[in-house]
């Protein structure tokens, strides 16, 4: 089974969520935005691997956006 894409969220000052993934073989950071992720498409980084976000990441990632912007009582 692939590991997956570790990653940090940010949110920019209009609450628009990025994604930070870490490149599993060079350790690169690519920025993504969460609204124009598709499950399971692959993103190149600068060193040509591939990095993908599982439907089950990318619900999770959803989810750490929505306790962030919870907690600053944001919708
Ligand atoms: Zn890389």
């Known amino acids: 089974m692939k590991q997956q894409p570790r990653f940090d969220i940010d949110l920019d000052k209009h609450y ?4 930070v993934v870490a490149c599993d073989e060079c ?13 399971d498409r692959a993103h190149r980084c600068q060193c040509g691997s591939t990095i993908a976000m599982s439907p ?4 999770q990632a959803e989810r750490q ?6 907690a600053y009582r944001v919708r």
Request: charged share 15%.
């Open 27 to 39: 350790g690169h950071e690519t920025r993504l935005h969460l609204k124009n992720l598709t499950p």
């Open 65 to 70: 956006v929505n306790a962030i912007k919870a």
């Open 56 to 59: 089950g990441a990318l619900l």
């Open 16 to 19: 628009n969520a990025t994604l």
